[in-house]
């Protein structure tokens, strides 16, 4: 059972910078294809990005594209999500999610992640834009 665990929130000016962490402790993600996810005020949950277990696909929604940059370090079994130009709007409880895609599903990770389920989510963290 994976054991998600994100960290690098935090509360940040609007134009500022975050890089969010995801790990699980103990076991090895890059086995794993991984979705960040956020839940804003007034929302309902929504995929930010998502990168193959291998990290040459990537997707992102419309609204994070030339901002956001997912990456992963995988001797670091480790993922990151780099956001620049932070706005308002990007304030939300933010979560990793993690599961093995059959290879016929990896190209669903382009262009924005969507209609995929992932298995095994963390508790998140918050991530505060405001001047």
């Known amino acids: 059972q994976l054991n998600i665990v994100e960290s690098g929130g935090g509360l940040v000016q609007p134009g500022g910078s975050l890089r969010l962490s995801c790990s699980s402790p103990?076991?090895?993600?890059?086995?794993?294809?991984i979705g960040w996810y956020r839940r804003t005020p007034g929302k309902e949950r929504e995929v930010v990005s998502c990168i193959s277990r291998s990290g040459d696909i990537t997707g992102y929604v419309d609204s994070v594209k030339g901002r956001f940059t997912i990456s992963r370090d995988n001797a670091k079994m480790t993922v990151f999500l780099q956001m620049n130009s932070l706005k308002p709007e990007d304030s939300g409880v933010y979560y990793c999610?993690?599961?093995?895609?059959?290879?016929?599903?990896?190209?669903?990770?382009?262009?924005?992640?969507?209609?995929?389920?992932?298995?095994?989510w963390g508790q998140g963290t918050q991530v505060t834009v405001s001047s």
């Open positions: 999610a993690a599961d093995r895609l059959p290879d016929y599903r990896l190209g669903a990770l382009q262009p924005n992640c969507a209609d995929i389920d992932f298995d095994y």
């Open positions: 103990g076991f090895d993600l890059d086995y794993y294809d």
